[in-house]
């Protein structure tokens, strides 16, 4: 079936410092890729998404390509703040997978003053 | 705007004890969805409606029981209550059934069980 991994957190960084946090899926079908966001005590929302290969989503600094050939879709941000401070979940969307999305286990970062 | 509501937010629950989580939206989406959340294992689905009328089994749905009551309310009942329950449960709405689409989430409800 389809699945996520991302790369185990916690992630500390310093503000202003270079952010990535690795995805890669395995999907049947052709799916659409999400970064979602849970800050402390919320629900999850809608970070950025890319609908097919070569897209590149991005939203607050935050940025995502949909890699087909590497299968991967790597957040990233070149300066982060300590509002950045949340838990971060790669997931996929396929029609071919009846329950329509899959979610990574979330990477959480903690971006120190 | 009120977008998706749940409640209660926080229950604990004793061992065999049963109670039901709602979840109400007023965004007119079709698709609703029962989740969750686990340290070091993210989301997992339990159930999932992809319209009024119909519900399926998601990755873990023993223990529990659904009904989409009508296109606006769709609930999570836990007929006989276990440690293992203890988790935070999240309910999340989506206007097609997800592809090229969007999740809206609560804001969750957290259950312990005793």
């Known amino acids: 079936g389809d699945s996520v991994t991302q790369m185990e957190g916690p992630v500390t960084l310093s503000e202003e410092a270079f952010l990535t946090i690795n995805c890669t899926y395995t999907a049947t079908g052709y799916p659409s890729l999400f970064w979602y966001v849970q800050y402390p005590g919320e629900g999850l929302q809608l970070l950025l998404k890319a609908t097919k290969a070569d897209d590149k989503g991005s939203n607050k600094g935050f940025e995502a390509t949909y890699r087909k050939e590497t299968t991967s879709f790597h957040l990233e941000k070149g300066s982060v703040q300590v509002s950045d401070s949340a838990v971060y979940f790669c997931a996929l969307s396929d029609a071919d997978y009846g329950q329509n999305f899959v979610f990574g286990p979330g990477t959480r970062l903690s971006v120190l003053p | ?114």
């Open chain 2, 1 to 114: 705007n009120a977008g998706v509501t749940q409640t209660p937010k926080f229950q604990v629950l004793k061992t065999g004890q049963s109670m039901t989580l709602q979840c109400a939206q007023d965004m007119n989406h079709n698709s609703m969805y029962w989740y969750r959340q686990d340290p070091g294992m993210g989301l997992r689905l339990i159930y999932y409606s992809a319209s009024e009328g119909t519900t399926d089994k998601g990755e873990v749905p023993n223990g529990y029981n659904v009904s989409r009551l009508n296109k606006r309310e769709f609930s999570l009942r836990l007929e006989s209550a276990a440690p293992s329950q203890t988790s935070v449960y999240f309910c999340a709405t989506a206007l097609a059934g997800g592809i090229n689409g969007e999740l809206f989430f609560g804001e969750g409800s957290r259950l312990t069980v005793l």
